[in-house]
């Protein structure tokens, strides 16, 4: 996990995204739960809030299990979320400055663009407060036009 190899221990010993900011991504209206998988088992998932009225649609969370990384599954896997949502015209994210891998992910394999930067100048306004991630709470706005 990025954040340990990065900082050395997670922010007050809880799972990242914590169990609440999880339960509330997941409650959000328009929210859609999907799983990723590999031969039939699950290896990730994704979380997706659509708006078919504005057709901008956001990725709340993503994630692959760390002993699948590297074979594109990733990749495939947000391919077919594109392919489930062809109404959505603007799709965003976010994603932590230190979290490096995400960051060539997100950009150079599809195709999203940085569109903000989020730091002690210009914090997240829907983000997490000021202690909640190690790093200073620096992070990152991606959109994807289609």
Known sequence: M??????????????IPSDDGLDASIAAPGAV?????????PVGG???????????SALDL???????HG???GHAAWRAIERMYPETRIWET????????????????????IVEFFGPQHPDPHGPGP?????????FRFEKVM
Request: hydrophobic share 35%; proline share 7%; glycine share 16%.
């Open 131 to 139: 202690d909640d991630l190690p790093g200073g709470n620096e992070g």
């Open 2 to 15: 990025a954040v340990i190899a990065q900082f050395g221990s997670l922010p007050g010993g809880g799972p």
């Open 46 to 56: 994704a979380v997706v809030r659509i708006d078919a009225a504005t057709q901008r």
């Open 71 to 73: 074979r594109g599954l």
């Open 62 to 68: 993503f994630f692959v299990s760390p002993a699948e």
């Open 33 to 41: 739960a999907l799983r990723v998988l590999r031969g039939g088992r």
């Open 94 to 113: 976010h994603t932590p400055y230190f979290e490096k891998r995400n960051i060539h992910f997100y950009v150079n394999k599809c195709g999203f663009k």
